[in-house]
């Protein structure tokens, strides 16, 4: 990992008059794009950058502003924002005149560097982001560089339209500014008038964006909980009914059972009718029961050295007896040696079970397979089947919980035992895919890595 000491600026600017303030919120959002920090990311970082910008250009009359990634204590990469007062600021230390600015990035406070206080924030970049190499930052400074700053009304425009995604009742304060950008194309009279007027404007909603962005995280805080008792209603739901299912069950075989009174055929059908219907129902209590534990974080894997010939194995010889269509055929390959990972080989078991058994269900004829591969540092774990297919559209629903492919080929089931398996493979560090198109069968891709998460 490169020493941050040593890595030049991304970029320097200066802010000396109340236009830079346009100017700073612009580049900030365009070095915050550059280094991969996502959109909402982006306007958080320009919006507490403009308050502060604002806010030191009437304390002291202006500051220099300077972009850099750095390398944080935790190992993740920072977009870190320093702004230098070019005079003394009182008591050598900054509170921004809104609270909730800092709610808006990771940090924000003073660091003395040499004989001036800075005012610092900063923000973590996404793991998913482009790594940052001495090449990428280079290429960035380049970049960075060559852009020519937008105007103030180019920077109002760009922010309208990142409120208007974000709440539609500033959806009116956009059309207004289109019509006075309109007006503006066509004369250039009352130019300084419409700029301050403007610049009042971008302050008034900068603080509207600070507030929304404080609500959207209670509402965020909120969702969480509503989130956290949905599954312990279906945690309680779900144990207060296996008892009763259970006991069904018991009865509808003491009923069936050659030492109890014989029973006419259509008793015999409609017991059997009970008993199967109970089975049912004890199979998707079993599974909101495994889904709430797995929505509530309460699922710990078993961490240790697994080998998966043993668990393929398993699965070839008890999952062989579902393939009873005489069309279908379950191939279960073994892995390539040495076939083992750092895992939770009971969690792991049950999606692959999970997966081989939906392949066998929805298949009328060819073969469900299940094969092993390693790349690098990663297995990827893949059952394809040559079953109906699924459309493109419908990738991602058939991982929502209860939702099950319409059309001829619906097979019982709960529509449970993706999602599980998808949070499952999540809960291992690892991710499952579908590639699938009618009429060409499905693939499952389960990739792991091998030291574990």
């Known amino acids: 990992m490169t020493d941050t000491a040593d890595r030049p600026p991304l970029l320097q600017m200066a802010l000396r008059v109340e236009h830079d303030i346009f100017v700073v919120r612009q580049r900030g959002r365009e070095v915050a794009a550059a280094v991969g920090l996502e959109h909402q990311d982006q306007v958080r970082i320009a919006t507490a950058l403009s308050e502060v910008a604002r806010d030191l250009l009437r304390a002291v009359g202006g500051a220099d502003v300077v972009f850099q990634a750095v390398d944080a204590p935790d190992g993740r ?42 005012v610092r924030m900063s923000r973590r970049v996404p793991v998913t982001a482009r790594a940052l190499t001495p090449e990428r930052l280079a290429d960035l400074r380049t970049e960075l560089g060559r852009n020519a700053p937008g105007s103030a009304l180019d920077e109002l425009a760009a922010q309208n339209e990142q409120l208007i995604a974000a709440l539609d009742e500033v959806r009116s304060q956009r059309d207004e500014l289109v019509v006075l950008n309109e007006e503006l194309q066509e004369t250039n009279r009352g130019v300084l008038a419409l700029y301050g007027q403007l610049s009042e404007e971008l302050e008034e909603t900068n603080r509207g964006v600070v507030a929304l962005y404080a609500e959207l995280d209670e509402k965020s805080a909120q969702l969480r909980a509503a989130s956290e008792s949905k599954s ?4 309680n739901v779900s144990h207060e009914l296996r008892a009763p299912v259970t006991a069904i069950m018991g009865l509808g075989r003491l009923l069936a059972d050659d030492a ?45 050295e697994v080998d998966l010939r043993p668990i393929f194995g398993q699965l070839r010889g008890t999952l062989r007896a579902l393939a009873t269509r005489p069309g279908v055929e379950l191939v279960v390959e073994e892995p390539p040696s040495p076939a083992t990972l750092r895992t939770d080989e009971v969690l792991l078991g049950q999606v692959l079970r999970n997966l081989v058994h939906n392949g066998l269900k929805f298949t009328e004829r060819g073969e469900v397979r299940l094969r092993a591969t390693r790349s690098d540092a990663h297995w990827s774990l893949v059952v394809s089947d040559t079953g109906p297919g699924i459309p493109p559209e419908l990738h991602e629903r058939i991982f929502e919980e209860f939702y099950q492919v319409p059309g001829a080929t619906r097979v019982g089931g ?40």
């Open 77 to 118: 990469c920072h977009l870190r924002v320093d702004l230098v007062p070019v005079a003394p600021m009182p008591a050598d230390r900054y509170e921004p005149q809104s609270g909730a600015v800092a709610r808006l990035v990771d940090s924000l406070g003073t660091v003395r560097v040499g004989r001036d206080t800075v």
């Open 260 to 304: 109890s009174d014989p029973l006419t055929d259509e008793q015999a059908r409609q017991v059997e009718l009970i008993r199967s219907s109970a089975a049912d129902l004890l199979t998707l209590v079993n599974e909101l029961l495994d889904l709430a534990k797995a929505e509530s974080g309460r699922i710990e894997p078993d961490w240790a």
């Open 414 to 453: 709960t529509g449970l035992g993706l999602p599980y398996a998808r949070r499952l493979v999540t809960l291992l560090g690892g991710t499952l895919e579908l590639a699938s198109e009618p009429g060409r069968g499905s693939t499952f891709t389960v990739t792991l890595p091998v030291a574990g998460a």
């Open 232 to 235: 312990r209603f279906l945690a």
